[in-house]
């Protein structure tokens, strides 16, 4: 009987080792990009959206101008046939046109961008750090020059403030939130249709 018992034990212990995973082979890291914070960007805290070529879009929360300042940039990553990758600035935030675009992009059917900043545009001291966010497009257009507009400047009443990430629907119909604003002063969900 002690015989019996001791093989048991043993396959029972035998089925959870095996269950237990083994240590899984080292990770490697491939940095693509390194950002300086100046005339480049900073603080890319955003998502990434890649395009059919491979090519990576983000934005950064912060640079777009010398020294470290600047309210943050909408930027490409390119392969290269080196095998490096090299950024190309699409458009640089000032406080008008927006503000801290820390929420990534989107693409459309038609290969235009959208996006959000959490601040800039109207400054009314309704919102967060007085400035409101806006939602943006860019534009491919001749030359692989990138054109930029606001298609929407959050006024922080009854429209909301301060948005966060967005979602494209259908025939470009934007979704999106605000953390401030509304009726009661505390966000809203929207719909923006073209």
């Known amino acids: 009987m002690a015989r019996v ?8 212990i035998g089925a959870m080792l095996a269950l237990v995973p083994s240590p899984a082979a080292a990770a490697s890291l491939n940095i693509l990009y390194r950002f300086t914070g100046g005339l480049d960007g900073g603080y890319p805290n955003g998502p990434l959206v890649r395009d059919a070529e491979g090519n990576l879009f983000g934005t950064t929360s912060a640079g777009g101008e ?5 309210y943050g940039v909408a930027y490409r990553l390119s392969p290269t046939a080196s095998g490096n990758w090299q950024e190309t600035v699409l458009h640089r935030f000032r406080t008008s046109d927006g503000n801290d675009p820390a929420f990534g992009m989107v693409f459309d059917s038609a290969g235009n961008l959208y996006g ?6 109207h400054s009314n001291g309704k ?10 497009k860019l534009t491919l257009g001749a030359h692989n020059k990138w054109s930029f507009r606001d298609i929407y400047k959050f006024k922080g009443g009854k429209d909301g403030g301060n948005p966060a990430e967005i979602i494209l629907h259908g025939t470009n119909n934007i979704y999106g939130t605000t953390a401030y604003g509304g009726a009661y002063g505390a966000g809203v969900v929207y719909e923006i249709t073209p």
Do not use: P
């Not at 010398?66 to 600047?70: F, I, K, L, S």
């Open 127 to 136: 919102c967060f750090y007085q400035t409101c966010g806006v939602v943006f």
């Open 66 to 70: 010398a020294e470290g300042y600047g």
């Open 116 to 121: 959000a900043t959490y601040l800039g545009g």
């Open 5 to 12: 018992k001791g093989k048991i034990r043993r396959a029972l």
